[in-house]
Every structure is written in C-alpha cells, then in structure tokens.
C-alpha cells in the first residue's frame, strides 16, 4: 500500500512538500511517481524518480517541482515550489516495479489514495 499526505491549500507562490509512505513491499525494486487529476481532468503524470533515482518531469513542473525518495525509510517526496492555480488536483503517489522511466498510469502496481492541494488566493 502506499498513503499519500501533505496536501493543503496554499496561495499563489506557496510551497508544499507531499510525501507518501510504502507499506507492505520494499521501495527498493520500484520506480516511484506522482500523479495528478484536477476535476473534470484526466490523471496526469508529474514525476517519476526511477529504481536508481534518476528524475523527470512533466514540462507543466519542470523547475518547480522536485521528486525525491528514502528507501531505508520507505517514503517518497515531492516538493513543490511556486505553486500556480493549475496545480489544484488531487496528488496520487503510485510505485511500478522495474527498471524503466514510467510515465503511463497503467503500468503502476501500487496508488496511494490521493491528497488535494488547493492554489487560491
């Protein structure tokens, strides 16, 4: 299982850190990544930090956002900085094992339930 948290509502600007927290299952052989869906919308890829922590980004968050992981401690960040009101969605963390760089939702085995962060001012 993974359970995502740290969401909230921030103004324009704001930052926020999202972590997400494995059980049950080692990080050590998953990629791990962030997903996100605002209403009415599909659930879009973020970020994926790989098997061996190599990290992309979808180009809505480049330079913005940062993805981070701690195995030992079965968690996985994600930073976000600048926050604009098109980043309102609910954020699902998810975990897909393997060697790849995976940004299709399909292919993830694990999701957490999801954490809302709201931009308004």
């Known amino acids: 299982q993974l359970q995502a948290s740290g969401g909230g509502l921030v103004q324009p600007g704001g930052s926020l850190r999202l972590s997400c927290v494995a059980s049950g299952f080692s990080l050590d052989y998953y990629a791990t990544g962030w997903f996100r869906q605002a209403s009415g919308k599909e659930r879009e890829w973020v970020a994926t930090i790989t098997r061996d922590s190599n990290t992309y980004y979808s180009d809505s968050v480049k330079g913005r956002f940062t993805i981070s992981r701690d195995n030992a401690k079965k968690m996985v960040y994600l930073q976000i900085n600048n926050l604009k009101p098109e980043d309102t969605a609910v954020y699902y963390c998810?975990?897909?094992?393997?060697?790849?760089?995976?940004?299709?939702?399909?292919?993830?085995?694990?999701w957490g339930q999801g954490t809302q962060v709201t931009v308004s001012s």
């Open positions: 998810a975990a897909a094992y393997g060697l790849g760089i995976y940004t299709v939702a399909r292919v993830y085995d694990y």
